[in-house]
Antibody, heavy 125, light 107 residues
Framework: QVQLVQSGAEVKKPGSSVKVSCKASGGTFRNYSVTWVRQAPGQGLEWMGRFIPFLNIANYAQNFQGRVTITADTSTSTAYMELSSLRSDDTAVYYC??????????????????WGQGTPVTVSS | DIQMTQSPSSLSASVGDRVTITCRASQGITNSLAWYQHKPGQVPNLLIYDASTLQSGVPSRFSGSGSGTDFTLSISSLQPEDVATYYCQKYDRAPYTFGLGTKLEIK
């Protein structure tokens, strides 16, 4: 069974950066994209971007362009999301999730079938 | 970027009712659409992918339909445990935008 385990809660100052990790177990990490989604208090789900280990490329949402960097280390099956220039409205729970499309056999779907437990990030002075 | 519009934003129904939530894409996305259930304090749960395929383990009272720009999520007989916020999400190409959500409550 696939499991995604995220790093722990963070408290950051405005203007600083945060880096959240997401370690996968079960399944073949390299063959699936890892996506990052956040939910601010009282708000909906917001897609931030994804990393495709098989192609070694990242896609980002326009809202986060220039502030977010998503990477992955296939040797440790771990994905990372770094968000810089933090503001108070970046306070949210950040989730990683696996996309159900298998890049090696080019089959599957783009829904997010396995999720990490979420990492609360608080930005406060 | 393609926008995803969900309606209604909130919904109150009785146990046993049939419930329908709609999602409209601002441009065609073929059938590249997923539905999620998100309960407070829990992780989002994939219900439907490819617009109409039920994810393994999801109760059969959930169903999805649509293609192109118009999609629906239906619950055939609402149960108390279905109280949650439901989101549609497109994945034809990045960005993988979510709808704003539909909060479902029991009357």
């Amino acid at each position: 069974q696939v499991q995604l385990v995220q790093s722990g809660a963070e408290v950051k100052k405005p203007g600083s950066s945060v880096k959240v990790s997401c370690k996968a177990s079960g399944g073949t990490f390299r063959n699936y994209s890892v996506t990052w989604v956040r939910q601010a208090p009282g708000q909906g789900l917001e897609w931030m971007g994804r990393f495709i280990p098989f192609l070694n490329i990242a896609n980002y949402a326009q809202n986060f362009q220039g502030r977010v960097t998503i990477t992955a280390d296939t040797s440790t099956s771990t994905a990372y999301m770094e968000l810089s220039s933090l503001r108070s409205d970046d306070t949210a729970v950040y989730y990683c999730a696996r996309e159900g499309f298998h890049w090696l056999v080019m089959s599957g779907h783009g829904g997010f079938d396995f999720w990490g437990q979420g990492t609360p990030v608080t930005v406060s002075s | 970027d393609i926008q995803m519009t969900q309606s209604p934003s909130s919904l109150s129904a009785s146990v046993g009712d049939r419930v329908t939530i709609t999602c409209r894409a601002s441009q065609g996305i073929t059938n590249s659409l997923a539905w999620y259930q998100h309960k407070p304090g829990q992780v989002p749960n994939l219900l439907i992918y490819d617009a109409s395929t039920l994810q393994s383990g999801v109760p059969s009272r959930f169903s999805g339909s649509g293609s192109g720009t118009d999609f629906t999520l239906s619950i055939s007989s609402l149960q108390p445990e279905d109280v949650a916020t439901y989101y549609c999400q497109k994945y034809d190409r990045a960005p993988y935008t979510f709808g704003l959500g539909t909060k479902l409550e029991i009357k």
